[in-house]
């Protein structure tokens, strides 16, 4: 889940946008509400990886680019930065921030536009965070990463993490969509080297792991969408516990 933290000295406007945001992305948690960057700095200090701050720029007492200012002397990575302001002015000396600014909204804007924009955040996190989480557990398994045969198979799970539906059609929905992204890689291909790396991993890992985590028996063959689908499903356990436990989590 994002932690979302928003600086804006309307706080009316805040809690509005806040109720919106939160009631059509339930990925989204609240850290903080505050109305100047004094009341904000030292809960902003833990946004990190994967968080978003909804920045208002014409700030009392420390404002927007002073608070991005202090974020970049911060270690660790830095939130998805959201800033608004009907300042012009303000808007024009953002040039030297654009590195650390995901996106600028002019006021007055509709909250759609908002809750878009975090749309498009969730999705990139979760992809990374998916990716991640892949990788972590292929670590279990004897396979050479360098291979573009296990990046296929990482794209592959990672795909079919977000729609479990795909594997119903390894050819032409799977691997297609591997295909897509992979600058429209012939899907043979892919298939291809995906068997190929499957193969080799059962060779190289040990029965043991094989048979505990396959449920399989050391001679039966295991197939790409046996691999892959057991994978998913070890997966999807681990993030429905990690989602639990996150939703636990109190923020102020």
């Not at 990925?27 to 990190?48: Q, T, W």
């Not at 989480?133 to 079919?160: C, H, P, Q, W």
């Not at 297609?176 to 890689?185: A, L, P, R, Y």
């Amino acid at each position: 889940m994002n932690r979302l933290a928003i600086l804006e000295d309307n706080l009316e406007f805040s809690r509005n946008l806040l109720n919106y945001i939160v009631s059509r992305n339930k990925k989204i948690r609240l850290s903080s509400l505050a109305i100047n960057g004094e009341e904000i700095m030292e809960s902003v200090h833990y946004l990190g990886k994967g968080d978003i701050l909804l920045l208002d720029l014409g700030l009392p007492k420390i404002n927007g680019l002073e608070v991005i200012d202090k974020l970049k002397q911060k270690k660790g990575q830095m939130p998805y930065i959201i800033v608004m302001s009907g300042d012009m002015e303000l808007f024009q000396k953002l040039k030297d921030y654009t590195p650390y600014i995901y996106a600028a909204i002019e006021k007055p804007f509709a909250f759609n536009r908002i809750v878009d924009i975090i749309e498009d955040i969730t999705y990139e996190t979760d992809q990374k965070c998916y990716e991640e989480l892949v990788k972590e557990e292929l670590r279990k398994f004897e396979m050479n990463i360098t291979t573009i045969g296990y990046a296929y198979i990482v794209d592959a799970i990672t795909f079919s993490l977000e729609d479990e539906t795909l594997l119903k059609d390894m050819q032409n929905a799977l691997y297609k969509s591997v295909s897509i992204k992979n600058n429209n890689v012939n899907v043979s291909n892919i298939k291809w080297a995906i068997e190929k790396c499957v193969k080799s991993t059962k060779r190289y890992t040990s029965t043991s792991t094989i048979k505990s985590y396959f449920h399989v028996e050391a001679r039966e063959k295991i197939t790409p969408k046996l691999f892959i689908s057991t994978v998913v499903e070890n997966l999807k356990s681990k993030i429905e516990d990690e989602m639990n436990v996150k939703k636990e989590e109190v923020y102020y």
